[in-house]
């Protein structure tokens, strides 16, 4: 009998958010993960204020898929995904977003990868992106500073002006 290697399967932690047609837009991105990659884990929805600019609040979430995929396909694939629901890139860093989709954790990977640097450092500085990501594993350890998410959603020092959201 042949051995059927390992996987190269690993899980990846994202971040989305959007603050135009944003229940919309979540619940689609969400959808294109599910069709593209299967099974995928979402936390709880958090509305939060723009950070960097003057806009509409953001609805922010995490997901958990698994996947073989490179970063550097990864990342073309959901660029591709928010043009599709209308991402200006034409505009600055900080502005409206109709649908924004980061690689948060790729594996265990610690470093630049395809032009991106993992873990995103924002995980530890935004309250929309760090509860989320600690409601959808708590336990899970970053892989910079060996602590869990949930330690450092405990330990978080800075603005935490986020509410759950039921989204349909």
């Not at 995929?69 to 209308?86: A, F, P, Y």
């Not at 948060?104 to 989320?132: F, M, Q, S």
Request: hydrophobic letters at 40%; aromatic letters at 8%.
């Amino acid at each position: 009998m042949a051995t059927i290697p390992e996987s190269d399967a690993v899980d990846i932690y994202l971040g989305l958010g959007s603050n135009l047609d944003a229940e919309r837009h979540i619940a689609a991105g969400f959808e294109a993960l599910r069709r593209q990659f299967g099974e995928v884990s979402c936390s709880p929805v958090y509305r939060s204020a723009a950070v960097g600019f003057s806009g509409a609040d953001f609805l922010n979430a995490a997901a958990r898929i698994r996947s073989d995929w490179s970063v550097g396909r990864l990342k073309d694939w959901l660029t591709e995904l928010e043009n599709r629901h209308g991402r200006d890139r034409s505009q600055p860093k900080f502005s409206d977003r109709s649908l924004d989709i980061d690689i948060l954790l790729h594996g265990d990977k610690v470093g630049e990868y395809d032009g991106l640097v993992l873990p995103r450092e924002e995980i530890l500085e935004y309250a929309h992106v760090l509860k989320p990501l600690a409601d959808l594993a708590p336990g899970l350890c970053h892989p910079v500073s060996g602590r869990s998410f949930a330690e450092h959603w405990r330990e978080f020092t800075g603005d935490r002006s986020i509410e759950p959201c039921i989204i349909d």
